[in-house]
């Protein structure tokens, strides 16, 4: 089965330091999405990229988050610094979206990236 | 009010029981509805699509009722496997950009 790749797995950090998740989304998807989620909050979009072009980070504090697709077979997210409240995990999901066409084949998500800031 | 919600439960039901989930959303340009399931520590997994007519994938039913703005998810003859929190997914446009509601917990008993 095709699978969403995210490093790391797990990572605890002191606040203040930055962090660095990566995600290698299925080959051939078009979309990639990063989801934050926690207890309280339950999953919260970040920022979603179709063909690499960003098309909505609205759901991230642009002052310490930034999103990026430096290549089809890339996307990072990047906290700089980071806070206790970023603790949370992370999950990177990718699908397949045809816009011409209406063709929608859902997201997989990536097994996530469980961030502790400390 | 929130874009998508849900009954946070949790439901506890024994085994081999008919268990419902219902879900509302906000806003009516929504265009497509998903029920996805994670289990505990994992990923969100597509479960079903939800379509205008109604669908059915063994055990497991969707309906999708548009003029009240109401999805729901019905598992019949429940198993222990079942245990996990399900969630509601609706697309709200063009932008093919999902938005999760907190999940309904479900745990099945022997």
């Known amino acids: 089965d095709a699978r969403v790749t995210q490093t790391p797995r797990h990572k605890v950090t002191e606040m203040g330091q930055e962090v660095t998740m990566r995600c290698q989304p299925i080959l051939g998807h078009n979309t990639v999405f990063w989801y934050r989620q926690t207890m309280m909050q339950g999953l919260e979009l970040l920022a979603y990229?179709?063909?690499?072009?960003?098309?909505?980070d609205s759901g991230m504090p642009k002052d310490r988050f930034s999103a990026e697709m430096p290549d089809a077979t890339l996307a990072t997210l990047k906290i700089q610094p980071s806070e206790p409240r970023d603790s949370a995990v992370y999950f990177c999901a990718s699908g397949l979206v045809l816009v011409e066409t209406g063709m929608f084949y859902g997201y997989t998500f990536g097994s996530g990236t469980r961030l502790t800031v400390v | 009010r929130k874009e998508v919600e849900q009954d946070p439960g949790p439901f506890n039901v024994p085994e081999g029981a008919t268990v419902a989930f219902n879900c509302t959303y906000s806003?009516?340009?929504?265009?497509?509805f998903f029920w996805y399931r994670q289990d505990c520590r994992k990923e969100p997994k597509l479960l079903m699509s939800v379509y205008s007519s109604g669908n059915e994938d063994g055990r497991f039913t969707a309906q999708l009722n548009r003029a009240s703005q109401y999805i729901s998810l019905l598992i019949r003859d429940s198993k222990l496997s079942d245990s996990a929190t399900y969630l509601c997914v609706v697309n709200r446009g063009s932008n093919y950009k999902l938005t999760f509601g907190k999940g309904t917990l479900l745990t099945v008993n022997p």
């Open positions: 806003n009516s340009a929504s265009q497509s």
């Open positions: 990229f179709r063909n690499r072009a960003p098309l909505d």
